[in-house]
């Protein structure tokens, strides 16, 4: 059975960082391309990351709205995708789910980033 | 990037009825590798999405065949019918031909 679970949300002040762990089991991870989606609080979802497996040598892709500020990685040893957010704003106020690819089959429960002072 | 347009926000449906919901992109999905990378979901109440119907008509891993996907191009239709308690949700059209991946904005399915 495939899983994906999410851990590291919470409320964080804006400029602050926090680091997302998408843990999964019940497929072959180190082949696996990953990406991180995420749904506001008005639930429109928006795609914020995606990272290859190595025979892609780990090609990392963003949405404009956190390039340069968020970076995905991954540890196939721990069959884990991680989401490091770095000077984080208001708007990233979020739920945050790891999905994998293709056609975002399977989806983690989510886990919620709230970004306020 | 590709403009998802999902029409209507809200579907009030009986049980046992049929549902028709439409996703519109403002561009060709047509890859060209040849395939259409349009994909629905359902998130309900309190959940995360789930993958209902991948490349525009192919219906994943047990997904009863009330749900069914069509379109081609630029227009598609996610078709319910004999509507359940469990299908009462939000559903969403992806596309995932065209970088980067964009969402429609739902479609609510509710009790009429």
């Known amino acids: 059975e495939v899983q994906l679970v999410e851990t590291g949300g919470g409320l964080v002040q804006p400029g602050k960082s926090l680091k997302l762990t998408c843990a999964t089991s019940?497929?072959?991870?180190?082949?696996?391309?990953m990406h991180w989606v995420r749904q506001s609080p008005e639930k429109q979802l928006e795609w914020v990351a995606q990272?290859?497996?190595?025979?892609?040598?780990?090609?990392?892709y963003y949405a404009e709205s956190v390039k340069g500020r968020f970076t995905i990685s991954r540890d196939d040893s721990k069959s884990s995708v991680y989401l490091q957010m770095n000077s984080l704003k208001e708007e990233d106020t979020a739920i945050y789910y790891c999905?994998?690819?293709?056609?975002?089959?399977?989806w983690g429960q989510g886990v919620m980033v709230t970004v306020s002072s | 990037d590709v403009v998802m347009t999902q029409t209507p926000v809200s579907l009030p449906v009986s049980l046992g009825g049929q549902a028709s919901i439409s996703c519109r992109s403002s561009?060709?999905?047509?890859?060209?590798?040849?395939?259409?990378?349009l994909h629905w979901y359902l998130q309900k109440p309190g959940q995360s999405p789930q993958l209902l119907i991948y490349?525009?008509?192919n219906r994943f891993s047990g997904v009863p065949d009330r749900f069914s996907g069509s379109g081609s191009g630029t227009d598609f239709t996610l078709k319910i019918s004999r509507v359940e308690p469990e299908d009462l949700g939000d559903y969403y059209c992806?596309?995932?031909?065209?970088?980067?991946?964009?969402f429609g904005g739902g479609t609510k399915l509710e009790l009429k």
């Open positions: 019940g497929f072959t991870f180190s082949n696996a391309w």
């Open positions: 490349r525009v008509s």
């Open positions: 999905t994998k690819h293709p056609g975002f089959d399977y």
């Open positions: 561009q060709s999905l047509v890859h060209s590798n040849g395939n259409t990378y």
């Open positions: 990272i290859k497996a190595k025979s892609n040598n780990y090609a990392t």
């Open positions: 992806l596309q995932s031909t065209h970088f980067p991946p964009t």
